[in-house]
């Protein structure tokens, strides 16, 4: 999993370490969310059952949680409606299958906060943990900007602007996160897989040729009239880096 240093660094508001209780009866998928959130600098706790996770919530009192719906003893829903009744409004992201649009739909209106679907990368588990936070006023960053820079080239993250040498540049939602992506990994050559699994979330069926299409999507908007920023690495990837 490719880290994301690049990005501002989320705290609460005193300067202490977010909490991030993740619940699901995966070992494996919690010990890899737990993972990724940790590498954010995060406090991360763990619950296997759907009454543990209320023992938690209580006991760790987390900014965010991650909930899976179907759990053996006690299901998400089950949870969160707990939670809620208990006066508990935690921003909460659900994890669901990814054909259950019953769920999902049930999960919003019970009084959930998002939801991300079954398989998922990482680190749209964690931008979309950032998103929850920050909306409910539970996280600051320590950066002023939260600005990627290579080059003369710049990309707010917060309000999507991209901007080269004083021009600004219209993106697609799919084109941003595709350039987000390189830029928080700028000298760091990084394969159509690794980009089809964060920009795509594997949704987009694993065809490889979708990402040379949209690279030269990007080198025509960012790199056209400029030197090229965006490189091929043969048999390898793409890397995106300042000239020389």
């Known amino acids: 999993m490719t880290t994301t240093a690049s990005a501002p660094a989320f705290t609460r508001p005193d300067g202490s370490a977010l909490r991030v209780l993740v619940v699901d009866d995966e070992q494996m998928l919690t010990d890899l969310l737990s993972m990724a959130l940790r590498m954010e600098g995060w406090d991360v706790r763990t619950a296997g059952s759907g009454f543990d996770a209320l023992a938690a919530a209580r ?16 299901d998400g829903m089950a949870v969160l409606q707990r939670l809620r009744h208990s006066g508990n409004d935690v921003p909460v992201l659900f994890l669901t299958a990814k054909d259950a649009v019953a769920d999902r739909v049930a999960g919003l209106t019970a009084g959930g906060d998002d939801y991300v ?31 990627l820079r290579v080059g003369d080239l710049s990309l707010n993250e917060d309000s999507h602007e991209v901007v080269r040498a004083g021009t600004e540049i219209d993106l697609t939602a799919t084109e941003f996160e595709l350039l987000r992506f390189l830029m928080r990994n700028q000298r760091r050559v990084v394969s159509k897989a690794q980009i089809l699994d964060r920009v795509w979330n594997y949704d987009f069926g694993g065809r490889s040729s979708v990402v040379e299409l949209y690279i030269s999507y990007l080198r025509k908007k960012i790199d056209a009239g400029n030197e090229p920023l965006i490189h091929t690495v043969r048999g390898v990837g793409y890397m995106i880096k300042a000239p020389q």
């Open 117 to 147: 679907t079954k398989p998922f990368s990482l680190e749209e588990v964690v931008a979309r943990l950032r998103g929850l936070m920050r909306r409910a006023g539970t996280a600051s960053t320590r950066d002023s900007e939260p600005i």
């Open 59 to 74: 006991d760790f009192e987390p900014d965010a949680m991650v909930l899976d719906i179907m759990m053996p003893d006690l």
